[in-house]
């Protein structure tokens, strides 16, 4: 007999659309506080805001709190996730256009993969692995590349390598939560991951002097609301919905996020955000996903001891 299930067909719906198009509308919020708020402050903003409210929602419900070994490794992976992946994120989107940041980003499978090849050795380089890595930095490079005449400018080179560290940085993390002791409740992992990043963004954003100078009232309502929307819509809804998806749907599925998000960033930084569209944006976007689709859907072949 068929297994009868009760989940209708509208949540599952619901929920990949949250994770498809709210996350990918994330980069254009972003860009658009972070040219009145200063990067690192402005991601604490979001971070504390959204990581208390999924940490006390969590202790409400009567989760345990993480016990000392638990916290030692949360402040790990939010020094790598919040700090340095998300940090640069924020910071490159002041010099970079929002499509191509989440483009760049894109690259985090293909950097998941090199750890697991290198360090976990739970994968092996197949040709063709190696061939979807050498299109995703083939990708990479035609964005960054003054050589190619592609029309329209190469995007800035900090920027760039910022946005390469983040993508670095959150595939280490990725790696670290698979042997790390962490709390059993994915939301209450989230939510302590999320306030200890905020917390450490404060610091960060202190010890850089971004509160000098800083003048709230001065800050417009759109960037008020762009940070609203990053709390609620795309740290508190988004993981909501990302946390029930991989409890309902594969991995490969829920995975589709990573290739559907740019093309999400790209389009409305070009129709709402006035982001340049040309050959260059679209070739590098296409090597890129083509790479991510490749490399996040082949098979792992099983690897001997």
Do not use: C
């Not at 198009?21 to 200063?38: D, M, N, Q, Y």
């Not at 940041?101 to 063709?128: D, G, N, S």
């Not at 909501?240 to 999400?264: D, F, M």
């Amino acid at each position: 007999m068929e297994a009868i299930t009760d989940r209708p067909a509208w949540k599952t719906l619901l929920a990949f659309a949250i994770i498809y198009f709210v996350w990918g509308s994330t980069f254009l919020a972003i860009r658009i506080g972070v040219h009145e708020v200063p990067p690192l402050l402005f991601a604490a903003m979001r971070f504390v805001v959204a990581g208390a409210v999924l940490f006390g929602w969590m202790l409400a419900k009567g989760e345990h709190l993480p016990n000392r070994r638990q916290w030692g490794s949360v402040l790990v992976i939010a020094s790598l996730i919040f700090v340095l992946d998300y940090g640069l994120l924020f910071w490159a989107e002041q010099r970079i256009a929002s499509g191509i940041a989440a483009v760049m980003l894109a690259m985090i499978p293909a950097f998941m993969a090199l750890a697991e090849i290198i360090f976990l050795r739970t994968q092996k380089l197949t040709v063709r692995l190696a061939l979807a890595l050498l299109v995703g930095i083939g990708g990479v490079a035609v964005l960054m590349s003054h050589s190619f005449d592609l029309g329209g400018a190469a995007i800035e080179t900090t920027g760039a390598i910022a946005l390469i560290v983040a993508s670095l940085s959150w595939a280490v993390a990725s790696i670290l939560t698979r042997v790390l002791p962490l709390p059993e409740s994915k939301v209450m992992s989230s939510g302590a991951q999320m306030l200890t990043g905020g917390l450490l963004l404060v610091v960060a954003a202190a010890a850089f002097g971004e509160f000098r100078g800083f003048h709230p009232e001065s800050v417009s309502r759109g960037a008020w609301l762009a940070l609203l929307y990053l709390i609620v819509a795309g740290s508190i809804v988004g993981y909501t919905a990302y946390v029930w998806l991989i409890h309902h749907e594969s991995p490969t599925k829920v995975g589709t996020y990573a290739y559907v998000n740019p093309v999400v960033a790209v389009v409305l930084g070009y129709f709402l955000g006035g982001e340049a569209l040309g050959v260059r944006t679209i070739l590098g976007t296409a090597f890129i996903l083509v790479s991510v689709v490749v490399i996040t859907t082949a098979k792992k072949p099983v690897v001997g001891h």
